[in-house]
């Protein structure tokens, strides 16, 4: 049986939110409410082994303290910095810095983007 808070999400979720690869007002029936480690949990408190990582998002897996508190610390000193018009930031440019010496010779210029659709 399910519960009244899911069955309400459930349904909102169908009357507005449109899903990829499935019709509108369709959905898998899930609503993801927490995560740690490599499970996340449902709304009925059920836990999934998550083969995907979201998508490959949080492939590192839940619950990360030290990457929740590097987040959380960049979040805090500036919440976005635009490349655009030129504009450099110290976290994209300490970033890059480290990348550099983990990559091929050669391939030492990134682009940094919200996902893989924009990369």
């Known amino acids: 049986m ?3 808070r899911t069955e ?21 029936g899930i609503v993801i409410d927490k995560g740690y480690g490599i499970y996340f949990q449902d709304t009925e408190g059920k836990e999934y ?4 990582s979201q998508l490959l998002c949080v492939n590192l897996g839940y619950g990360q303290t030290e990457i929740i508190a590097a987040a959380q610390e960049q979040m805090a000193k500036s919440p976005y910095a635009t490349k655009f018009f030129g504009f450099c930031n110290e976290a994209s440019i300490k970033c890059a810095q480290k990348l550099s010496k983990l990559v091929p010779e050669g391939l030492d210029h990134f682009d940094f983007t919200s996902g893989g659709s924009e990369s």
């Open 2 to 4: 399910t519960s009244k």
């Open 8 to 28: 309400e999400l459930l349904q909102w979720d169908r009357e507005h939110i449109i899903h990829g690869r499935f019709e509108i007002g369709r959905n898998s």
């Open 49 to 52: 082994i998550d083969s995907c």
